[in-house]
């Protein structure tokens, strides 16, 4: 508890910094702003920003990066609710019942509940992360390259049982992602791979140009799609930001119910804000007293996903810091930030540089805190913005995030790719395929490869080394368990269930 206080004051020390500070302000505002404007995306944003973090310090770095995303979470539910355009994807449930909301007359209250719930759960998920980070990393640090193999194909499988959609096609994105990332050069050899004569491809495929392709430029091709949307609740003044007594009753359990199932989720590889937020929704359908008002404005309704999506957007953190595990696209993202630094993610990172790990998660409690007071009072702000016509958004869009990936290498040749991968992530999404666990197959690819070959390696080859450990082998069976189950009818009917949005 001692250690665990004097990390903490040290945290703090390290993000009340002027250059901290600011740049958690600018984290939360940007992300704020990207979960406002449909159409930008947090993974797209974060990518496009890695260039300009080269520069930085790595914990000053992080902390914008981080802002941006838990941001976008709070950002996502203005949209959701004013004009049933959501701003991300994890806050699609909220519009069911916070447009609903608005309609009524009941903006104000439903964007304070919304922010409120955010503001409790990212503080409580973040407690979450300072009291488990050490002791996972003690655990970590007892793995072994079996152990790590084993933890990451877990990872891979979780990202397929979690994923929308098919199991079959979760697994044909995550095996996808598994080939691009053996695009390059042999790990051992140094010998060329898939890279058809081309000399930028020697190096392999940078994530972060996969990923804006596939989130970014996708996201826009499909906006432009649905230009045409109706935004006349824009025109409705927003008053009554205060709720009721009784509103915070009624969401007092739901917010706990979402902060707990949102820290959860959050945590598993695959989980992340979205899946959050449509169990938390789906959860609170089946045990709320009001669940007949579901679908036409119950607040229960915007306190539950809005909650667990925050919290989960905080505990994602925690494999990231303890592991170097990412648990979604946008913590692949941070690892490739913790790369440009010089900093090799895993268990060493909180031992080796703990000013960085405890500077970022001090910076969490401070950036919730920035969130409550940019959400509520900019609410007016947030909502000339959405006016702004999507033709006229997207091109400033593009040239961004153009410069962002010709930064990366000073390569049109990236720029390129972004787009190529683009058109993929567009033809994906339009054969209902999800491309996150793309991105987190080629992430971990990498990781897998080399622990598989260290490990038969150190044991000349004999894989029952992957068998032999009580800890290795109890992962593949889990692995191997869970997959089963995924596939088993019933309870892909339930995996499903979750997703389903009503009328």
Do not use: H
């Not at 309704?301 to 990231?320: K, Y």
């Not at 592991?323 to 696209?329: F, I, R």
């Not at 609410?379 to 040239?399: C, N, T």
């Amino acid at each position: 508890m001692t250690d665990s206080i004097y990390n903490l004051g040290m945290g703090f020390g390290v993000a009340l910094s002027p250059i901290n500070l600011a740049m958690c302000f600018l984290g939360a505002l940007m992300g704020t702003l990207v979960g406002v404007l449909p159409g930008v995306g947090t993974v797209a944003t974060v990518a496009m920003l890695l260039p300009l973090t080269f520069g930085m310090p790595p914990e000053t770095a992080l902390i914008m990066l981080a802002g941006i995303y838990y941001g976008a979470q709070y950002g996502g539910s203005t949209t959701s609710i004013l004009v049933n355009i959501p701003g991300e994807a994890s806050s699609i449930i909220t519009a069911i019942d916070g447009f609903k909301m608005a309609q009524k007359g009941r903006a104000g209250k439903a964007l304070a509940v919304a922010a409120i719930g955010s503001f409790v759960a990212g503080c409580v998920s973040t407690l979450l992360v300072s009291i488990l980070g050490e002791p996972l990393t003690e655990v970590a640090l007892a793995f072994g390259a079996a152990q790590y193999f084993s933890l990451m194909v877990l990872g891979l499988v979780l990202a397929v049982v979690l994923a929308r959609g098919s199991v079959v096609r979760a697994l044909s994105m995550v095996a996808l992602g598994l080939l691009l990332a053996m695009i390059g050069s042999d790990l051992e050899s140094g010998a060329q791979r898939m890279t058809f004569g081309l000399p930028e491809l020697s190096d392999g495929l940078n994530f972060s140009v996969v990923a804006m392709g596939l989130f970014g430029f996708a996201e826009i091709f499909r906006n432009l799609e649905d230009d045409g949307v109706d935004r006349s609740v824009l025109t409705q003044k927003i008053k009554g930001l205060m709720p009721t007594w009784q509103d915070l009753k009624s969401c007092f359990m739901p917010v706990v119910r979402g902060t707990a199932l949102g820290s959860v989720l959050g945590i598993l590889p695959g989980g992340g804000a979205t899946i959050s937020s449509f169990a938390a929704y789906t959860l609170e359908k089946k045990v709320s007293r009001n669940r007949t008002e579901f679908g036409r404005g119950a607040i229960e309704g915007v306190a539950a996903p809005e909650s667990a999506n925050n919290a989960a957007a905080q505990t994602s953190f925690i494999p990231l810091l303890t592991l170097g595990l990412p648990s979604n696209a946008v913590m692949a993202l941070m690892i490739g930030a913790m790369m440009i630094q010089g900093i090799v993610p895993g268990p060493q990172v909180i031992e080796k540089q703990p000013e960085l790990v405890w500077g970022l998660i001090a910076s969490m409690w401070i950036g919730n805190l920035m969130l409550l007071v940019i959400n509520l009072p900019l609410v007016g702000i947030w909502v000339k913005l959405l006016r702004v016509p999507y033709r006229l958004l997207f091109p400033s869009i593009v040239v961004f995030c153009s410069i962002g990936m010709y930064s990366i290498n000073n390569s049109p040749f990236d720029v390129i790719m972004a787009g190529v991968f683009g058109l993929v992530g567009y033809v994906l999404v339009k054969w209902d395929f999800e491309p996150a666990p793309l991105i987190l197959g080629m992430v971990l690819g990498l990781m897998v490869e080399e622990n598989l070959r260290r490990a038969l390696i150190i044991s000349r080859g004999d894989t029952s080394v992957f068998f032999t450990s009580p800890l290795s082998l109890g992962l593949l069976l889990l692995s191997g368990a869970l997959l089963i189950l995924a596939v088993l009818p019933s309870i892909s009917g339930k995996r499903n269930e979750v997703f389903v949005e009503e009328d």
